[in-house]
Nanobody, 124 residues
Framework: QVYLVESGGGSVQAGGSLRLSCAAS????????MGWFRQAPGKEREVVAT??????TTYADSVKDRFTISQDNAKKLYLQMNSLEPEDTAMYYC???????????????????WGQGTQVTVSS
């Protein structure tokens, strides 16, 4: 079991920055991928960024060059968000994947552990 707790959300004006953190505990040694996802009201959940345990990252096109995902020994996951836009407003979730990838990428994986989420609101 992997337990995930997000923090760092809040309200910010467009153009501002926020840094999300995710504290991981439990069987983190089994983690293959970690990721940040978001869900806005009335929209489907979407992947924002992922990081494989050896450091390879992926980003959604909408956040490339603005967001940066990083991790610290699989115990802490971060998402640095710069140049925030109103369209970034959503609940942000930290997730972990603990199975073998078997030829798929961290972006394609079906994550099996989730945090409770942290709200990010960007005003224009």
């Amino acid at each position: 079991q992997v337990y995930l707790v997000e923090s760092g959300g809040g309200s910010v004006q467009a153009g501002g920055s926020l840094r999300l953190s995710c504290a991981a505990s439990g069987a983190t040694y089994r983690t293959t991928c970690m990721g940040w996802f978001r869900q806005a009201p009335g929209k489907e959940r979407e992947v924002v960024a992922t990081i494989e345990k050896y450091g390879a990252t992926t980003y959604a096109d909408s956040v490339k060059d603005r967001f940066t995902i990083s991790q610290d020994n699989a115990k802490k996951l971060y998402l640095q968000m710069n140049s925030l836009e109103p369209e970034d407003t959503a609940m942000y979730y930290c997730a972990a994947y603990s199975r073998n990838l078997l030829g798929i990428s961290c972006r394609e994986a079906s994550y099996n552990y989730w945090g409770q989420g942290t709200q990010v609101t960007v005003s224009s």
